[in-house]
């Protein structure tokens, strides 16, 4: 396969997954890099590199349409970055320090372990917890629009949100994804944030999030452009027209079969780690 | 007193992803065009990892290659700015804190957009 059509097909996957991951809120990433490295040899690094920057720029892109809309909480969204950005600096640090291998290993369990999460349902709603003086103080208690008016809403657990934050970030540096899932847990369930802020929040700090390891992949020559252009494009224009389609839908088979597809290559990913055939 | 809320510096983040991903988005199509022309036939090998070329890795590298309308580095010098993206947006909110007079949340901003310089000068 000659560079032409290999840029081509990687396009045309690339939108699918960056279309699928739009309309299921798993995110496309997830799935870029296995399928790179499983079906196409792409040496995992490279492959975790060109798709930090796909990231970016559907995190980016959808991030532009949400923030008009007043959904997310650039108090909550700033506040919790202090956590993703110091997290994803080490964890591309520690990208360099761990095998190939048991990078594969990492990134499965990883995959397994957002696929089973956004099989859950959200946050019961109701709690008993008191709302967190540090939010007070942080002005992080805010509303969100809604057909019956605005919605108010009280933050907590304001510290265990910030390290939660940190472990996402550390993940998402780690693995080269945006790791939306572990954002919306820490705000959901541990913050008690509702959920459409959680995830239009969460939406928003991926971008900054993966910008800050993706310095430290460009000086560490994880970033080819060759492989980051098709991928960049296509689960960009992917993602575009997937959120144009969604609107206010619940696709549950589509949500469910995506799901078995990360499943699937999970657990190829772990196979391939652990017979060190990657 | 400046007029300043969360809810317009939110739009006003709105239109400056919009037009840092569309013109980084153009800047990487315009380099792929070059780059398929001059590269389009060669075999692509990405199944061992060599690393990037000094002068793929480096800010002063990429624009210099970009200059020479070098198609590699012309598609890295898109990727860069979409990298910038995100930090333009946390500088813009640095910005935006100081117009609402909130000093917690300038201090708090600073220090994202020390981490996200730090992280691209190569200073990490």
Known sequence: MHIAEFSGVIFLISALAGFLGALTGLGGGVVITPVLTLMFGVDLRYAIGATLVSVIATSSGAAAAYVREGFSSIRIGMFLEIGTTVGAVFGAFLNTKVPVPALAVIFGMVLLYSAYLSAQPHHAGHTTEQPDPLAVTLKMNSSYPSPEGPQAYVVRRVKTGLGLMFVAGTVSGLLGIGSGALKVIAMDRAMRIPFKVSTTTSNFMIGVTAAASAGLYLYRGYIDPGLAMPVMLGALAGSLIGARILVGAEPRVLRMVFGVVVAVLAIEMIYSGLTGRI | ?124
């Not at chain 2, 061992?48 to 290659?65: H, N, W």
């Open chain 2, 1 to 124: 007193m400046p007029a300043w809320t969360d809810e317009r510096s939110e739009q006003a983040i709105g239109l400056l992803l919009r037009a840092g991903v569309m013109a980084s988005v153009a800047m990487v199509a315009g380099g792929a065009v070059f780059y398929l022309i001059r590269h389009g036939g060669e075999l692509p090998q990405y199944g061992a990892f060599r690393g990037e070329p000094e002068d793929l890795r480096s800010v002063g590298g990429i624009v210099a290659g970009s200059i020479h309308l070098r198609p590699r580095h012309l598609v890295q010098l898109g990727l860069l700015m979409l990298i910038a993206v995100p930090v333009a947006r946390v500088a813009f909110s640095v910005y935006a804190f100081a117009a609402e007079r909130d000093w917690t949340f300038v201090a708090i901003t600073l220090v994202v957009l020390a981490i996200l310089v730090a992280s691209i000068a190569g200073l990490i």
